[in-house]
């Protein structure tokens, strides 16, 4: 397998060409964004963290029945992963109240939902990614009623598998996005799960350990993922 030319440069990866059509790099970058790109930083070593939270995440929601585009780790920074047709909606969980829901309806932060809040959200920074629901994802031609019900079914395995991976780590999953893409025909899971795309506490503390730390000025930014990677791995 031959790394080949850039094909898109993106606000956290990069993503190569390789000397397969089918199969494409997703190199993690220490970049970090926040409120649509307004707030910018870096993270040292963020994308070391990122990938190999990624990496275990995805082998674990593949062993337990979801297709992903996870193929295999390639390097600190590399995954080598199924090239797809990115679905342009973000697919966002939620199980406990926090960010845009807070600001948009006024809720408590923590408030535990009654039952998990399922979003799309349009992926186009252009439009701030606005909130949509599966009429506007149909109706607007960016996935038919089909991978509409198809990204609810895994999205919502998906949150059950997750949420008893993180907890068997002493850490609560308050919220994630993910971002599912076309592969020969079926929607699979892309993109990456990490700090940055998760929200997650740790049971009893209520203490950060994700992009919040970077969003809110928390402090101990790199310490929040260090802490997730060190449990994920167990090393
Ligand atoms: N398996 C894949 N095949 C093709 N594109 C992908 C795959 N996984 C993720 N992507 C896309 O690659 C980009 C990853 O870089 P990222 O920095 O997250 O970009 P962005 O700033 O657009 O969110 C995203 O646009 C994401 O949708
Ligand atoms: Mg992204």
Redesign the pocket.
């Known amino acids: 397998m031959e790394k080949r030319e850039k094909l898109?440069e993106?606000?956290?990866?990069i993503?190569y060409a390789t000397d397969d059509a089918d199969l494409?790099i997703?190199y993690f970058k220490d970049d970090a964004t926040a409120f649509n790109a307004k707030k910018k930083g870096t993270i040292d070593e963020k994308g070391i963290m990122n990938n190999a939270i990624s990496c275990k995440v995805f082998e674990f929601l593949g062993a337990n029945g979801i297709p992903t585009?996870l193929v295999k780790k390639l390097s600190d920074r590399e995954m080598l992963?199924?090239?797809?047709e990115?679905v342009p909606v973000e697919v966002i969980i939620r199980n406990r109240a926090a960010g845009s829901l807070c600001r948009n309806y006024g809720v408590q932060e923590g408030k535990i939902l009654s039952r998990p809040i399922f979003e799309f959200c349009y992926?186009n920074d252009a439009f701030n990614d606005p909130l949509m629901n599966e009429d506007h994802v149909v109706g607007l031609g960016l996935a038919t009623e089909k991978e509409v019900a198809r990204m609810r079914e895994l999205t919502m395995k998906v949150n059950e598998l997750m949420k008893k991976f993180f907890l068997a780590l002493n850490i609560e999953l308050i919220d994630f996005k993910i971002?599912f893409?076309r592969f020969k025909g079926e929607i699979i899971l892309?993109?990456?799960v990490s700090p940055d795309t998760c929200r997650l506490w740790e049971v009893g503390t209520g203490v950060r350990l994700d992009k919040d730390r970077f969003r809110q000025d928390l402090g101990n930014i790199k310490e929040g993922y260090q802490e997730v990677l060190k449990r994920v791995t167990g090393k």
Do not use: S
């Open positions: 898109y993106g606000k956290a990866k993503m494409v997703q585009h992963v199924k090239k797809v990115i992926k971002e893409g892309a993109d990456e």
